[in-house]
């Protein structure tokens, strides 16, 4: 079975099987637009979503039949992809922090916005969307790694840096950390957990 993770994103064969649908998220914009998996418990074979529009208004949570995903990309596959030449902080943002990320070793991507028009070539970015990366650590950053971590955020400074590192366990924002908060809130596919050791979690 597919290992779908959080971030990830996907195209489907046709509309998702909810009665609920929003009217933008139309079967006109879900050919051109991906979802995106979110972390959520579902049965075996569904797959937890998250539709986004244009507008940072347009947003709907549901579930996917896993038969119905004829495309993923995954941040990681975005990591390198051409950034368009544009008038957008984020996007200028990802230009700087690439040879950064790449030099931790690390597995990372572009999630949110950034990584959403990376992957559609949707029109989704404004001047001030934010820049939301995610990276693969899977065990407590040594004090060389902790400081490659402060060099990258300090090197964004034009728009807003989300900084989601994904433990292999759940996901929780690196500004948390960095602050020497005593918990941090790590999500989970059960829900969000406050801990104080996110690579520990059982």
Same mark, same amino acid.
């Given at each position: ?46 797959? &937890?979503?998250? #539709? ?30 051409? @950034?368009?030449? /544009?008038? /957008? ?9 690439? &040879? ?17 028009? #990376?992957?559609?070539?949707?029109? @989704? ?8 990366? @995610? #990276? ?12 490659? #971590? ?8 034009? /728009? ?43």
């Amino acid at each position: 079975m597919e290992a779908w993770r959080a971030h990830d994103l996907l195209w489907l064969d046709g509309l998702p099987d909810d009665a609920s649908l929003p009217a933008w998220a139309d079967a006109a914009w879900l050919r051109a637009a991906p979802v995106v998996v979110r972390r959520a418990s579902t049965a075996p074979g569904r797959i &937890p979503v998250g #539709l986004r529009g244009m507008l940072r208004s347009e947003r709907h949570a549901c579930e996917v039949d896993a038969a119905a995903v004829v495309r993923r990309v995954t941040p990681e596959m975005l990591a390198h992809t051409p @950034v368009p030449d /544009c008038s /957008c902080a984020a996007l200028d943002a990802l230009r700087q922090v690439v &040879p950064l990320l790449d030099a931790t070793g690390w597995a990372w991507g572009p999630t949110g916005g950034v990584g959403f028009a #990376l992957a559609s070539s949707l029109p @989704v970015l404004r001047a001030d969307s934010d820049l939301d990366l @995610v #990276l693969r650590i899977a065990a407590p950053p040594d004090a060389d790694q902790a400081e490659a #971590l402060r060099a990258i955020a300090a090197t964004v400074t034009a /728009c807003r840096l989300d900084l989601q590192i994904d433990t292999g366990r759940g996901g929780f924002a690196y500004a948390e950390w960095a602050a020497g908060r005593a918990k941090v809130l790590l999500k989970t596919d059960h829900g969000p957990v406050l801990t104080a050791t996110p690579w520990e979690l059982a």
